[in-house]
């Protein structure tokens, strides 16, 4: 996912020039990332649709899944995973999703949820439990149950893009 | 969409510290560093956290976490020169805190129409001096009425109804302010605090039914809140892209005593971190420099630049680029100007639409792209760069992916345009030849129709109307063919002269509409041009013009046809009638129903024109009559509007011929 809209273009008054209307530049090559070196290029259906995950803060109130919720309903986004739960900060909670859509669907749904006025904070694509998992594979894995996908922003800041594609392990 | 119109009373906030960087020693804010992908200025920054692996969170980061998540913005509130009708530590109900809030917030006229989980704010509305409340006779005509006075004005209009069937009357409203972002405060009572959830009399949940239909909406569960409810809906409405809010208050809060605190802190924190910042003067310098590389470059404006009226005159003055309008935006620029190509779209000007597809750079400031404008999407402006100015990000393409976008308030981009216009002197723009060709096809294809004997065209109707007008009248409207001519005869010189239902397209607008401009501008002349289909669905509202004396004419374009329903019949249904004739079978000879009774009915004066030699004396005492006036102008039904691109089409497309009287 480009996280190019994970802030809204408001927020700087920003100019978007469209790839293709400047100079016909290459198209960015994803190169693998320095911190973890995994070489595996980005597998990508031809449809370009693929699972994306949004990570929320909203406020803590009665109705604020069902307006969140709502968004994705009425504009036709199907729902894969849901998380919900309190934030680090009271009187937040965390809403995490997992939605399929292309890039730029999730990008059109990503500029409604900013609409949102209980919405304080949207992440994009932030699943670490991929690398997680092969970080703890070294010493054995007995067995992985999940629940719904839940996603936080990693201390380190490294962006684990280049792991999608991998199908959900178990 | 629209620029900010913010109430004048609501000081501006002054740039609010972002939600995360208050408390810099809990969480901190940094840049994403990627190794694929260059760091751009929109990347968004990654926030990091240790306040979860922290098990106990030291008192300071507590503290810090309350503050945030109670009072994340300041903002001064009522000037202090308000004087209240009660002492500051006196005791007052819930209802008279929600109506000194309305007061405080500069509110001078409202639209409420009483029931009884409202009666308590009407009883309090009796003891404020400077409210006047309008009472429409049904919840509909109330909201349409406070959008009427919204968009003659641009403030907040505000409309009160009762709980259950007197809130679900308001969703109409609610709907159309959402879409074509007029800003609204709705008010709606709602069963005590105790009985929510039980289907208690009068019962529904209004937070939920109107959720998508609302920029925000709120249910009051404490009285204390009033205030910073009141003064957040306001702001909210108005701020941005305007729209609509809705406020619920429970009876039981509403008779509840309370003191208010009236300088609480709004808390929208992370709507305001996101509202558009002002642009980037490269980034409209690209713009500019767009503008000098193109040879036929056309505007394309709407609704948003109903604010920047003044800009947009000055920036075609500089730059001589011909300009198209939105059906929302009608009047931002003057249509009788030589460079004004007037409406585009399905019902557009030939010569816009012409405009448009030939043009090789497309100007779309305020606008958002819809159907009814664009038609087959893939061919609209095929030939174009386009660049898209809107103060909605969300905007930016959902239809058609612009090469050049600025999130911003077009006010502002064009101003910042208009300087380095200035500025730079040797940039002289010739479209000189653009413009001789665009000439060239309003000669060829001017707007024109058809005249049969003595029956009066709808359009010379409308046409006369603006000669007697001078193009000076508030014109509202309702839905369908009489809606369509009023957008292209009526010569529209300023901005928010033109109320009319666009997004939503609700029936039954105009003559509630023209109750709120009439109320807004007392000096206008206010004209409801309305179809006989459209008059009726709103028809009550004849008795609140009588009562309130407000000088409304009527002008009706009764072909005692569902019109344009019968237009698309016509075309693509082989003229099959399926319900669209609204007279009475069995006496099909006469006019029915008739209009002059209902008008008679609320002593107002009529009368009725069937001839074409008749229509400008009918017209003209119309105008002359003081007060409310309603004209019956008999329109042949086989008449059609056109230009038309059908649903769906391109410009090659484009129907300029035919009526009715003919087969398809």
């Known amino acids: ?170 | 969409m629209a620029s900010t119109a913010l109430n004048p009373s609501f000081s501006k906030p002054s740039p609010f510290p972002s939600f995360n960087s208050l408390k810099p020693h809990c969480r901190i804010t940094l840049p994403v560093l990627t190794n694929y992908r260059k760091p751009t200025p929109h990347r968004p920054p990654l926030h990091i956290t240790n306040s979860l692996s922290d098990p106990k969170p030291k008192p300071a980061t507590a503290a810090a976490a309350t503050k945030t998540a109670t009072a994340s913005t300041t903002t001064t509130t009522t000037p202090e020169t308000f004087l209240s009708r009660f002492t500051p530590d006196e005791p007052r109900k819930g209802a008279d805190i929600l109506v000194e809030a309305l007061e405080r917030e500069g509110v001078t006229n409202v639209f409420a129409y009483p029931g009884g989980a409202s009666m308590e704010i009407h009883q309090a509305l009796t003891r404020s001096s400077t409210i006047r409340n309008v009472l429409p006779r049904h919840e509909q005509g109330g909201i349409f009425a406070a959008e009427g006075y919204a968009r003659a004005s641009g403030l907040p209009g505000v409309c009160i109804a009762t709980s259950g069937p007197g809130a679900t009357n308001l969703v109409s409203g609610l709907a159309d302010a959402l879409l074509d972002s007029v800003p609204i405060v709705a008010i709606t009572g709602q069963v005590p605090r105790r009985m929510i959830g039980t289907d208690a009399f009068q019962e529904t949940p209004i937070v939920e039914v109107t959720r998508s239909i609302t920029k925000h909406n709120y249910l009051v569960l404490d009285v204390e809140d009033i205030p910073r409810v009141v003064r957040e809906a306001f702001f909210l409405a108005s701020s941005g892209r305007p729209g609509p809010v809705l406020i619920d208050v429970p009876k039981d809060i509403q008779q509840q005593l309370a003191v208010p605190i009236w300088n609480q802190p709004i808390r929208l924190s992370g709507y305001v971190s996101r509202l558009p910042k002002p642009p980037l003067e490269n980034h409209l310098e690209q713009i500019v420099r767009l503008i000098s590389e193109s040879k036929k470059p056309v505007l394309y404006v709407g609704g948003g630049c109903l604010n920047s009226s003044e800009e947009l005159r000055r920036f075609v003055e500089l730059t001589g680029i011909p300009v198209a309008s939105t059906l929302m935006g009608l009047g931002a620029f003057p249509s009788s100007d030589e460079l004004s190509l007037q409406m585009l779209g399905m019902h557009g000007t030939v010569y816009a639409n012409y405009a448009v597809d030939k043009a090789d750079l497309l100007l779309a400031f305020g606008v958002r792209f819809d159907d009814r404008v664009t038609g087959k999407i893939e061919a609209f402006a095929s030939r174009a760069k386009i660049v898209h100015i809107d103060i909605d990000a969300a905007e930016i393409g959902k239809n058609k992916q612009p090469h050049v976008s600025v999130c911003a308030d077009v006010k502002d981009a064009w101003k910042g345009m208009n300087s380095l216009l200035e500025k730079e002197g040797k940039l002289k723009f010739d479209f000189s030849d653009w413009r001789e060709e665009l000439k060239e096809q309003k000669m060829k294809y001017p707007l024109s129709f058809k005249t049969f004997g003595e029956a009066i065209p709808p359009q010379y109707a409308i046409q006369v109307l603006d000669e007697l007008t001078n193009g000076s009248a508030v014109i509202s409207t309702g839905v369908g063919q009489h809606q369509m001519w009023a957008a292209q005869w009526y010569k529209y010189n300023g901005p928010r002269q033109w109320l009319t239902s666009g997004g939503l397209g609700a029936m039954g607008f105009g003559l509630p509409a023209a109750i709120g401009a009439a109320v807004a501008r007392p000096d206008a002349i206010v004209v409801d041009i309305d179809g006989d289909g459209s008059f009726i669905m709103n028809v009550q509202e004849l008795a609140t013009i009588r009562v309130e004396n407000l000088p409304i004419k009527i002008m009706l374009l009764n072909n005692q046809h569902l019109g344009m329903v019968v237009q698309w019949e016509d075309r693509f249904y082989k003229a099959n009638r399926a319900h669209t004739y609204l007279g009475n079978p069995s006496k099909e000879s006469e006019i029915f129903p008739d209009m002059l009774k209902f008008a008679e009915a609320c002593d107002i004066p009529a009368a009725r024109v069937t001839k074409r030699g008749e229509l400008r004396k009918a017209i003209k005492k119309m105008l002359e009559t003081p007060g409310p006036y309603l004209l019956d102008v008999i329109v042949p039904h086989q008449e059609h509007v056109l230009p038309m691109i059908p649903s769906g089409g391109a410009f090659k497309d484009v129907i300029t011929e035919g009526d009715g009287r003919s087969m398809y």
């Not at chain 1, 307006?67 to 809403?95: C, D, H, K, W």
């Not at chain 1, 690398?131 to 684990?160: F, H, K, N």
Request: with cysteine; proline share 6%; aromatic share 6%.
């Open chain 1, 1 to 170: 996912m480009r996280l190019g809209w994970a802030l809204p273009p408001s927020a700087h008054g920003e100019t978007i020039i469209n790839p293709s209307f400047q100079l016909n530049r290459n198209p960015t090559t994803v190169a693998p990332s320095k911190t973890l070196h995994f070489t595996t290029a980005v597998v990508k259906l031809s449809s370009g649709f693929r699972s994306h995950t949004l990570s929320m803060v909203v406020n803590d109130s009665p109705g604020v899944l069902n307006i969140v919720t709502g968004v994705f309903a009425r504009r036709g986004y199907n729902i894969q995973s849901l998380a919900v739960g309190p934030a680090e900060i009271q009187g937040l909670s965390r809403i995490t999703t997992v939605v399929p859509g292309t890039d730029e669907s999730i990008g059109k749904l990503v500029q409604q949820l900013y609409k949102l006025i209980d919405l304080h904070e949207l992440t994009g694509d932030l699943d670490k439990m991929v690398a997680l998992q092969r970080l703890l594979e070294p010493y054995g894995i007995c067995e992985v149950a999940r629940t719904g996908r839940v996603a936080l922003v990693r201390e380190s800041g490294v962006d684990s893009k280049y792991l999608r594609g991998f199908s959900l392990p178990l």
